[in-house]
């Protein structure tokens, strides 16, 4: 499988300075991108790629203020219609990464431009929000969320160690704001039934009395289960964070979308609850479970969360070689839309007889 990049709005080191430099959750259209600068998979010669990856960094822009909503949807439609290959394939070919829980949504014209391309996102469902997911489990790929470097390091020491099960000081913590949740209020109120057993104090992610990261880990590690409700969409970072912490993560999404499920088995790695069913029954079956039990779904655990880390291809497991694995998949060995057409002899022609080559931009999009 051969991979090309395709038109640029920046380079990944001009969007990694752009954010600050920051290991934020959502970066991982930057990671992306840079790893596959550096993948064996990569190609210069257009001709030879079996799909093409499309760098756009529309979070990036967003966090920054440097377009509106407006201003990114006419830059992606100019972007895309600079790219013939596009045109070629209806864009089926062509990879884009959405990190956030807004999905392709934060390009307007995704249903009409990008219904048939690759999308790269850790969020399977906006329903709550949009009239229609931007997510096709036929064709899309849920990604891993980008957890804090420094707890996924393979070579040497994370900031935070995972305790023992008997030195850990609640049964299940949930750490996070409410931002005015069903689920997340719930579970802050049964926090203060049951305060022993359920750790969910009011955190600062922002201000003087923010949170450090430290001290975010140092709370993680000090239950057995680490809940992880939805939020503004139904993934949550929460849910990666548990494994490196050693916690076992106890879904409370029920229209969560998790990545990889062709080799991970989550029945055996994690547990997901009915979010409608949160309260004094959650806490005594999470409480009837055996430390061994636990042991044994952390230990599973351990052996797939390398696939959570967004590594350098060196490493044996990792995000990238997930998400290699699925594209794999997704690879055609031919490729055509509604305004592409070919002749007795092979050559691919438009509506007005050009051959591929001779196409010349703008094109008009599929």
């Known amino acids: 499988m051969e991979v090309s990049e395709n038109e640029r709005g920046g380079t990944a080191e001009e969007a990694s300075q752009d954010s600050g430099g920051r290991d934020d959750h959502m970066n991982q259209e930057v990671k992306i991108h840079q790893l596959l600068l550096k993948s064996r998979f990569q190609t210069l010669k257009k001709q030879e790629a079996d799909l093409f990856f499309v760098p756009a960094y529309v979070k990036c822009v967003r966090i920054i203020g ?17 790219m013939p290959y596009f045109r070629y394939s209806g864009g089926r070919d062509h990879i884009f990464v959405f990190p956030s829980g807004s999905g392709a949504h934060l390009f307007r014209s995704w249903e009409k431009f990008l219904n048939r391309s690759i999308i790269l996102t850790p969020e399977g469902d906006r329903t709550d929000k949009r009239d229609t997911s931007a997510f096709n489990t036929w064709k899309d790929i849920i990604i891993p969320g980008n957890v804090d470097g420094g707890m996924t390091t393979f070579h040497g020491t994370t900031i935070v160690q995972p305790l023992p099960l008997s030195k850990r000081k609640y049964l299940a913590n949930f750490l996070g704001r409410a931002q005015g949740k069903v689920g997340r209020l719930q579970l802050g109120e049964l926090a203060k039934q049951y305060p022993d057993k359920l750790e969910s104090p009011e955190l600062k992610f922002t201000g003087p009395d923010k949170l450090g990261r430290t001290e975010y880990f140092n709370h993680l590690r000090n239950a057995k289960f680490c809940l992880a409700p939805r939020g503004e969409s139904s993934w949550t970072l929460r849910f990666y964070e548990a494994y490196f912490v050693e916690c076992v993560p106890v879904i409370l999404s029920d229209q969560i979308e998790l990545p990889f499920q062709n080799v991970i088995d989550y029945t055996q790695i994690s547990i997901k609850w009915p979010s409608t069913r949160i309260g004094t029954q959650l806490l005594e079956y999470l409480e ?54 070919w002749l007795h002899n092979g050559k691919i022609v438009n509506r007005d007889l050009a051959e591929f080559q001779n196409w010349r931009t703008p094109v008009p999009l599929p």
Request: hydrophobic share 40%; with cysteine; net charge negative.
């Open 288 to 341: 009837s479970i055996p430390n061994e039990v636990i042991e044994g779904m952390l230990a599973r655990g351990r052996q797939v969360r390398c696939l959570w880390v967004y590594a350098p291809e060196t490493e044996p497991c990792s995000a990238m070689v997930g998400i290699m694995w699925e594209l794999q998949s997704k690879v055609r060995q031919f490729h055509q839309s509604a305004e592409t057409f």
């Open 66 to 82: 440097g377009l509106n909503d407006k201003e990114i949807n006419q830059t992606y439609v100019k972007v895309l219609s600079q």
